[in-house]
C-alpha cells in the first residue's frame, strides 16, 4: 500500500476503556433503556424543542458511512401546513396500500398493528423529520460523487437518531409511506436524495397504548459460532 498519510493524517484513538465489571453495567444499563423505547403513534401536542431534534440528528450525524461519505440528510419541521400537506399526501397513498393494493399476506402481518390509511400522528406529533438518503452528492463544480453502501449506512444513522430521541424521552415511529417520493418535493429536497424514513417525533399522549409486542429472545437474535 502507498503511504499516503502525508495526505490523510491519522491521530491517535485511546477512548477509556471501563473495568471488565464496569463495561458489562454500562451495556446492561444501556439495553435495559433501549429496551423500554416502543414506536407511538399517538403523540402528545406538548411542543418539542429544535435544539431536541438538533441533538439527535448530531447523534444521527456520528454514523459510520461507506468511505466515510455521510451520504444522509435530515429534513426537519414543526410547520403545521407542512405538516398537514404531508398528512394528506402520505394518507392519499395508504389509502390505496390499504384499500387497493392486492397484498394480502402483508395485510395480514400488520393486523395486529391496528394501523390503517389514517394518519393524525402525521400531524400531531410536534416534529415530522424525514431522513434523506444521497444515492449520489453535488460536488461544488456540479458533478457528481458516487456514494456507497447507502442504505447501510443511513439505516444505521437512523438507528442512532431513534436512540438519541429516546434517551430525551421523545418517541417516534419509522413511518415508510409507500411510495414516498412526494417528501422529496414538499421538503424541497433535491432529485439526488431519496426519502428514506420519515419520524414523526414528540412525545407519546398520555393516553397511548402500544400493541403487546415481544422482543425475541437472545437465543434467536444472537449465534455463537466456534470452529
Ligand atoms: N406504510 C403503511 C403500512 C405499514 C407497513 C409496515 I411493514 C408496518 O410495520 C406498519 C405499517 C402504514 O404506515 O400504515
Redesign the pocket.
Known amino acids: 500500500m502507498p503511504d499516503r498519510r502525508h495526505e490523510h493524517p491519522f491521530l491517535p484513538y485511546r477512548p477509556a476503556r471501563p473495568s471488565t465489571d464496569d463495561a458489562l453495567r454500562r451495556g446492561e444499563d444501556f439495553y435495559r433503556r433501549l429496551d423500554e423505547r416502543r414506536s407511538v403513534r399517538w403523540f402528545s401536542p406538548d411542543p418539542v424543542p429544535q435544539r431536541a431534534i438538533e441533538l439527535a440528528v448530531q447523534a444521527a450525524n456520528t454514523a459510520p458511512s461507506g468511505a466515510h461519505f455521510q451520504p444522509w440528510t435530515f429534513a426537519a419541521t414543526d410547520d403545521p401546513v407542512l405538516k398537514r400537506q404531508v398528512r394528506a399526501a402520505a394518507e392519499e397513498e ?1 389509502r390505496r ?2 384499500h387497493e393494493r392486492d397484498a394480502p399476506e ?1 395485510h395480514a ?2 393486523g395486529r ?1 391496528e ?3 389514517h ?1 393524525e400522528f402525521l400531524e400531531s406529533a410536534a416534529w415530522l423529520v424525514v431522513a434523506f438518503a444521497q444515492k449520489s452528492t453535488p460536488r461544488p463544480d456540479g458533478s457528481l460523487r458516487k456514494n456507497y453502501y447507502v442504505n447501510e449506512s443511513v439505516g444505521i444513522a437512523c438507528g442512532l437518531f431513534i436512540a438519541a430521541l429516546h434517551e430525551m424521552g421523545l418517541a417516534t415511529l419509522t ?4 411510495p414516498m417520493a412526494f417528501l422529496t418535493e414538499l421538503f424541497g429536497r433535491p432529485a439526488t436524495e431519496r426519502p428514506y424514513i420519515l419520524f414523526p417525533v414528540g412525545y407519546p399522549a398520555d393516553d397511548c397504548e402500544v400493541p403487546d409486542l415481544r422482543r425475541k429472545p437472545l437465543a434467536e437474535a444472537l449465534v455463537v459460532v466456534r470452529t
Open positions: 395508504e396500500f390499504y402483508w402481518a400488520l398493528l394501523t390503517d390509511e394518519k413511518h415508510t409511506p409507500n
